[in-house]
Structure formats: C-alpha cells, structure tokens
C-alpha cells in the first residue's frame, strides 16, 4: 500500500483530462489541518500561471475530472484554489482490514529493486570510537535497514581507516616501550597514550619526526616486523569496535578498510594521469577540475610529493572495486557534513573518469552535523575530553536503571541491567535520528531520556502497551486475539484518524529511502502513537458493554498500530519490549 502514490496517480490522470498537460505534478500532501480533510492537491495554483487562467476555475476543472475509485468522498475547493480531500471510511476500512494482519502491514517492496553500498561508521584504527561515529553508525545502520525492507540489496561497508601517517608515529613510540599488560587489558587506551607521546615527540624533534617517518616507509615497504605491529594494533580496535557494535547490534557485510586498497593505488594515479584527468603540479599529483564553478581552485590531490597516497587516492579505488562488485545503482556515504567538500570532489572526479554517468551510479553524501553538549558545545567529559561511545552507552544505561527498578521491584538485578541497557541505548539511538541528521543537536539526557514526548523510550513504551493490551485480551476472555482479514466498518473517526494512519507507512518509508532521512520514520511513530492515544481514550475496548464486533475491529486495529511499531523499531535498530 502507497496512499500517496495512489491518489497521486489518480490526480495527475486527471490533471492530464483536464489541462491536457503530459506529466502534470499535483503536489499532494497530507492535509495540515484534520478538519479540511485527509490530502490537499496543492499543485493547481503554480498551473495557474502556466496555463494563464483562475486558479478557482482550474480546480472547479479538475475537481470534475477527478476519479479516485471510491477512496475518497467528493473534493471541496478551498482558498484560492486548494483541493481538500477526505478519505471515504468505507474504503480506508476496506484497506486497513486487508493490510492490518500483514506481516509487513502491506508495504510492497520497491519496484524494481537496487543494489545499493553504504559505506557507514567507517572509524579510525588505534583510537577509541567517540561520539562522532555514533552517528554515522546509527544512522547508517537504520538506512541499511529501512532500504533493506524495501527490498533492495544492500551492502554495509565499515570503511575503517586502517592505514596512514598515524602509524608510523604509533610504531616508534611502541618500540620506544610499551605497556604490555595495558595493552592486554585496554588496548585502545594504550595505544591512545602510544600515539600521543609519539607525536608529542615528533613535534619536540626533527629527529625523532624523521625515524617515525623512517618506520612509516618501512611499514609501506613491506617491512614484516612493522607489518606484524601494523595487524596487531588494527586487530585490537577491531576487537574493540566490535564489542561496541554488538553492544549497538549492528553488522556489517563487508570490513574492508582503507589499505585493503594499497595495491591498487600507484597504477590507479599512473592510470589517471595517462588519460589526462591528473597532472603533476609542484612535484605532487592532483585532478583538476577546469573551470568548475564550486571547484575550480580546489584540486583534488592524489599523490603527495613524497609519493605517499591520499585519503581521495583510497576513496577513487574504493569506488573502482564497488563498481565492479556490486554493480551498484547507488552507493551512500555517512560522513559527518565536515567532510562535504571530499565528497564534491570525489563525485566530481568519478564522473570525469567515467565511473559514475549521466546519475548511474548514484553518489549521495549522506551528511550529519554534530552532537553538542547542553551548552550547545561540542559534546565534551566535564574535564572536557572526548566522550567515548562506551562510556555514553554506559551512562544512558546507569541513568535509565532508578527508572526500571521503580517499575519493576519484584525484577532481579540481571533483568533490570538488561532492561535498562535496551531502554537506554535506544534513548540514545532515537535521540539521533529523530533530528534531521544534516543539523547539529544537543544532547540532553533528561530529554531523551523521558518516558513521555517524542523520545526512544515512549516509543518503545507505546508498543509494550498495544502488546499489553492484546495479552489482556487471552486474560479477560479466555484467547488470544486473532486479527481476521476483511473490511472494517470504521464508525468513529478516531478510529478512521488510526485507520488511514497505518496506511501511511509505506509513504513514509520511500521518503525516507529516497532522502536518507529516518528522522521521517521517527515523526511518523511518534504520530501514530499520538493518534493511538487520542483513539485509546475515546474508543474503549476491553470493557464487558463493548458489543463483539465493535471490541473485534479496534483490537485488529491495535495489532495493525503493535505490528507498525515492531517494523518501525527494527528499522530503527530499537530494541521492542514486552514490557518496561
Ligand atoms: N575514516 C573516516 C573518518 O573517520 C571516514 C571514512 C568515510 N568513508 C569514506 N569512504 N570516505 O573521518
């Protein structure tokens, strides 16, 4: 089910009888205002100009030629030329009763189906993951999934940043002398230290700046005992990540990181130049973009002059591999906005090479802001460090415990721990991508943490309520409650308001797959389970007087609102309770 869609197509049908245009665009939209009706078709007055005529009388026009087969009761024109129309209950009921005991609450799968790689999370080796991924990592995760449901073949690809200068830093400061029972016991804290005493170094003297680059080469060379330093220290970050990522309950299915691509790289540049795309300039290589308007003046360098390679060298042959493997129709990245200007760039350069044309594959930047502190600064420790992702998610979940235990006294402390965890870090979670992800937001535990308002943990408590509900029914009468296919006759308008709700989903979704913007999904749930309350309180239902039929029909609408939750949640990647 495609609500929009549908009454789209049958607008424009008539939007062509009645204007004689060949695609016309009727601009529907869900109607602002409940008491002007369900959809406004607001793509008449821009027509107006075009066509040189009232935009009264061109909707009076299109209302007689509009046709849309039962769904909706007769259009009513308003202001200078909107269309109101109001769903007919009849028909939302006859939909709602068919999708209502769908598993996938009737959201076909896209049509045709991609392949689609987002590259997200995407960490640097030999440092602890802060806050920063978090979001590339949660919105990621909820992007694979969403495009996922929708059928699409989708890759997740952690393009961690294995390989670089760092490490010729981090090697001479190990051999310099290490920890070796910190670095059993907290690897990434160890090699944090490492680094920073290295670099540190470095900046104090020349000579110790030339040996670490002296290990660098040695690295690049091939050498096996900086080789054999090199795996260790990516293996304990990625020991590392993944405890972070189960804890989160991500995957990926695919781990390449950037040196996976260290072969390729000289012939790739060799490749570039001899087809013209990139010249050397003062010893360096560089893609040049002519007399592009945005890059002009900003090439995009390839080789340095000491001939070491370049984070847009790696990106160039990611792209290469990702062509060949997957034959994408679209790759997406999920890069903090500061990195817009690579991402022009990249795009730019694959199209000059002939790797992405004419928009096929498509290359999308899926950008975020920053998560900032209560002050509406970076997000800081209170001795202003970075905040670690683990200590973040071990926070959320202290907070959340008083909360739990109050709840539920008679729990065991193991329970509550686990409860907790879950109710927390889908706090975390949903504070992430309720915001538009290109704005930077504050962080406020007391906000998101809040089991009222448009946070994680009322969602998660709207659906343990629908799930409560429909276990009260097996008490009160003996069975459990089985949804029966079939018409539903709609008689209040809350429950036509919840009806034409559920009806919705698939809508959204395409937005949201067509945007990368799940914080689309999070307004729809936090909607429904508005409309769920305002149903809840005027539509009774377990009561003895309600009649059968009437207790039938809500409660099949219920487990249309429960089944609405659990997809939106898994595709949120958060965690459905049974009870909290
Ligand atoms: N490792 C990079 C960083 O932490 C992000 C990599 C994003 N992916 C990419 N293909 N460039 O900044």
């Known amino acids: 089910m495609r609500l929009n869609q549908h009454l789209t197509r049958l607008a424009r049908k008539a939007m062509q009888e009645a204007f004689g ?74 939909q709602v009763g068919r999708i209502a005991v769908d598993e996938r609450l009737g959201v076909e799968e896209q049509n045709p189906t991609q392949s689609i790689v987002v590259d997200f999370s995407s960490p640097n080796v030999a440092k602890r993951m802060h806050v920063g991924h978090l979001r590339s990592t949660i919105l990621g995760d909820s992007l694979v999934r969403t495009l996922r449901f929708l059928g699409h073949r989708v890759v997740g690809d952690n393009h961690v940043g294995d390989w670089g200068t760092q490490f010729g830093t981090l ?64 293996g304990l970050s990625r020991r590392d990540a993944e405890s972070l990522y189960d804890r989160l309950n991500v995957s990926f299915d695919s781990w390449k990181g950037e040196s996976h691509y260290n072969q390729v790289l000289p012939a790739l540049v060799e490749r570039m130049v001899a087809q013209g ?33 370049l984070y847009a060298t790696t990106d160039l042959a990611t792209l290469e591999e990702r062509l060949e493997h997957y034959d994408p129709d679209r790759i997406i990245y999920v890069v903090d906005v500061r990195q817009s200007l690579h991402f022009v760039q990249l795009f730019e350069a694959a199209r000059l090479l002939g790797m992405a044309q004419n928009g096929h594959p498509r290359l999308e930047h899926v950008g975020f802001g920053m998560m900032l502190g209560q002050d509406g600064r970076p997000f800081k420790t209170r001795e202003g460090g970075t905040v670690t992702l683990a200590a973040l998610l071990d926070e959320a979940s202290e907070r959340v415990y008083p909360k739990v235990a109050e709840r539920y006294p008679e729990a065991n402390h193991d329970e509550l721990h686990r409860l907790a965890e879950q109710v927390g870090i889908g706090a975390v979670k949903y504070a992430d991508l309720c915001q538009h992800r290109t704005t930077d937001y504050r962080f406020d535990w007391e906000k998101l943490l809040a089991f009222e ?30 949804p029966v296919a079939g018409e539903l006759k709609l008689e209040e308008p809350e429950e036509k308001a919840l009806a034409v709700e559920l009806l919705r989903l698939g809508d959204v979704l395409d937005r949201v797959a067509e945007h990368l913007t799940p914080h689309l999904l999070c307004e729809y749930l936090f909607g429904l389970g508005r409309c769920y309350n305002v149903f809840w309180d005027r539509c009774p239902i377990l009561k003895v007087e309600i009649p059968d039929s009437v207790r039938r029909r809500r409660l099949t609408l219920s487990a249309g609102v429960a089944r609405a939750f659990e997809i939106g949640l898994s595709l949120l990647n958060i965690p459905a309770l049974e009870r909290m």
């Open 453 to 482: 308002g448009n946070t994680g943990p009322y969602l998660q408590y709207s659906l343990v309520r629908t799930r409560s509900l429909l276990r009260e029914h097996l008490v009160r009468f003996g069975s459990e409650f089985e």
């Open 277 to 309: 795309l990139a010249r050397e300039d003062q010893g360096a290589i560089a893609i040049f973009y002519g007399d592009h308007p945005e890059l002009g003046d900003k090439p995009f360098l390839v080789r340095k002059k000491d001939g070491a390679f």
């Open 21 to 94: 245009l060949e695609s016309p665009e009727p601009d529907l939209r869900v109607a602002t205002d409940p008491r002007f009706g369900d959809y406004q078709i607001n793509g008449v007055l821009p027509l107006a100009k075009q066509l040189k005529g009232n935009p009264r009388q061109l909707a009076e026009k299109l209302v007689a030629a509009l046709d849309f087969d039962g769904a909706c009761l007769p259009p009513e024109i308003a202001g200078p030329g909107f269309i109101n129309l109001r769903l007919d209950p009849a028909w939302v009921g006859q």
């Open 171 to 234: 090697i001479w400061s190990f051999k310099q002398g290490h920890d070796a029972i910190l670095l059993e016991q907290d690897p990434l804290g160890e090699l944090e230290r490492l680094y920073k005493h290295g670099s540190e170094r470095a900046r104090e003297s020349a000579e110790v700046a030339e040996e670490a680059r002296q290990e660098l080469s040695r690295l690049q060379a091939g050498d096996p005992e900086n080789k054999a330093l090199w795996e260790r220290f990516v």
